[in-house]
């Protein structure tokens, strides 16, 4: 599969006079829903001594908050589908418990809209909330915003105020449904009913508040029913949603189907420019990819999945896409955040990372304000001739090949600084060189390694797998940077730049 005809080593060619866009922050966003141990002992847990006086588990939070997410989504995913949220405000022992059709699971709704919007201020991220276009009528979801947002003398800004929060919250980002296109989504329906019943709230939610940040509900980006709600509401949303989870047993498929990513962004993307076009809209809507993950072991409710070294690899491969990307992609949503097919593991005497973590946290701390272009060439691969039929029934190969080391690069708006994102899904260790285009290395470049767990003691939970971190330091020669990427490994490289 391997291909070593061309440049023998790889060289990652960073051009910081050549900008792919202005990197939004809601690229790292994340998603809870209320489902499996998400909500209820992971991010929340009354009566835990982890817990602090709002039920919010802190181990958990501090691990969270090192992600810096931009925004995040709640309450689903597919759980949003039959929620109705004034079940869960007012005092908690009121609030009723009812059945989740979603999950077949029982929610006792203690965790409800000010928790949900309590939790965002705590990590300092924009939330996101998920209308229920299932189960739920517009005028619910009228009232939900006005709840969350209204600073007049209505009934439902008062009951907020009632509730102990005298301030609107100011929500801006709003979906439309979840994958109404499913037959798993209550309330699941045609494209072209969708098209119907979201311009109506679309129509509405903008005559009651003038900031919403509309979401519509998309498929995977290429899908009929993706044509179809694009060209319906392109003039009345934001952002186009997207979702592809991707993920099989064998080592290679696993890691390459991240580049998915790349052909859901290039087929919406796509479809959004046709229309925008033809009916010459001025400001179309960008994407949002708002459920991603590599998922494909548990199938059960509780989506306890765990994670190895070949997921961090595919994850840092999404991450990187969505950056190289970052002109569509405004906002992405790592699905989930705890326990659910999740980087954060909580038992309840301790919270532990999963190796998905690290590429997900580096990227979020090393990321600058715009994407620079950033090609690279050496060593390739191609995918399987015979695609692995897994969960996902994906094919990828004909975007490759692929190069063995897959790269991103990030700079600041001065350039005076710049980071670059490396994953080599490569069996072997690989020398790379990073050469910059129009500036040089000014000093010293940090590295941060992230490779498979080395020694038993790495592990926290004997079930979770572990990772080392290695931080280090070189001294390029101007504008190149010559290092050695270790087999099956995950880097950030950060420096000064002058030009
Ligand atoms: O993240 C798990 C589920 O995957 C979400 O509830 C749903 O939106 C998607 O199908
Ligand atoms: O496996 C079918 C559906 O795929 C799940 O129910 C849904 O959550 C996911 O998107």
């Not at 993920?247 to 859901?264: F, I, Q």
């Not at 590429?359 to 060439?377: F, I, M, N, R, W």
């Not at 090949?401 to 710049?418: E, H, I, L, M």
């Not at 990073?434 to 992230?450: A, C, K, M, W, Y």
Request: negative net charge; hydrophobic residues 40%; aromatic residues 10%.
């Amino acid at each position: 599969m391997r291909r070593d005809d061309g440049p023998g080593v790889t060289r990652v060619a960073i051009d910081l006079a050549r900008p792919l866009g202005d990197l939004d922050r809601n690229v790292f966003g994340g998603f809870i829903e209320h489902v499996g141990r998400c909500i209820y002992g992971g991010v929340y847990e009354e009566g835990s001594p982890l817990s602090d006086t709002s039920g919010f588990r802190t181990d958990v939070l501090s691990l969270l908050r090192e992600l810096r997410m931009g925004v995040l989504r709640w309450p689903g995913g597919n759980f949003a589908s039959n929620y109705h949220w004034a079940d869960g405000v007012g005092p908690r022992d009121s609030r009723p418990r009812r059945t989740d059709l979603a999950w077949n699971l029982e929610e006792s709704n203690r965790f409800g809209t000010d928790e949900f919007l309590a939790y965002c201020a705590e990590l300092g991220t924009d939330p996101f909330v998920c209308l229920n276009m299932g189960t739920g009528s517009l005028e619910e979801a009228l009232a939900w915003i006005e709840y969350c947002n209204g600073a007049g003398q209505t009934a439902w800004a008062q009951q907020r105020r009632d509730n102990g929060h005298a301030e609107p919250y100011r929500v801006r980002y709003w979906a439309l449904g979840n994958e109404m296109y499913g037959k798993w989504q209550v309330g699941g329906m045609s494209a072209d009913e969708y098209v119907a019943t979201a311009t109506k709230w679309a129509r509405a939610i903008r005559r009651l508040d003038k900031d919403a940040v509309l979401v519509s509900c998309g498929n995977n980006g290429w899908s009929d029913w993706d044509q179809t709600v694009i060209n319906g509401l392109a003039p009345l949303v934001d952002l186009h949603s997207v979702h592809i989870y991707t993920g099989v047993d064998e080592y290679w498929p696993n890691v390459l189907a991240a580049h998915m990513a790349e052909r859901a962004i290039q087929a919406a993307g796509a479809l959004i420019s046709r229309v925008a076009y033809v009916k010459k809209i001025e400001a179309p809507p960008k994407i949002a990819y708002d459920e991603w993950n590599v998922w494909y072991r548990t199938r059960d409710s509780m989506m306890d999945e765990r994670y190895d070294i070949s997921d961090m690899l595919a994850v840092g491969t999404y991450l990187n896409v969505f950056v190289r990307n970052c002109g569509w992609v405004r906002m992405a949503n790592l699905a989930q955040m705890v326990n659910v097919i999740a980087p954060v593991v909580t038992t309840p005497q301790v919270a532990v990372t999963q190796p998905i973590y690290y590429p997900v946290l580096l990227h979020a701390q090393g990321a600058l304000d715009e994407a620079v272009d950033c090609h690279v060439t050496g060593p390739t691969v191609d995918g399987p001739a015979n695609e692995p039929r897994g969960r996902w029934l994906h094919r990828f190969s004909d975007l490759g090949p692929f190069t063995v080391v897959d790269a991103s690069a990030t700079a600041s708006a001065d350039r005076g600084k710049v980071a670059v994102t490396l994953v080599n899904r490569s069996e072997q260790d690989e020398p790379a060189q990073l050469v910059l285009r129009d500036g040089e290395f000014s000093g010293p470049v940090q590295i941060t390694v992230v490779t498979q767990e080395s020694g038993p003691q790495a592990r926290t939970l004997p079930d979770v797998a572990a990772v080392t971190v290695t931080e280090g330091s070189e001294k390029p020669g101007g504008p190149v940077l010559a290092l050695t990427l270790p087999a099956r490994s995950f880097a950030l490289v950060e420096g000064a730049v002058s030009r």
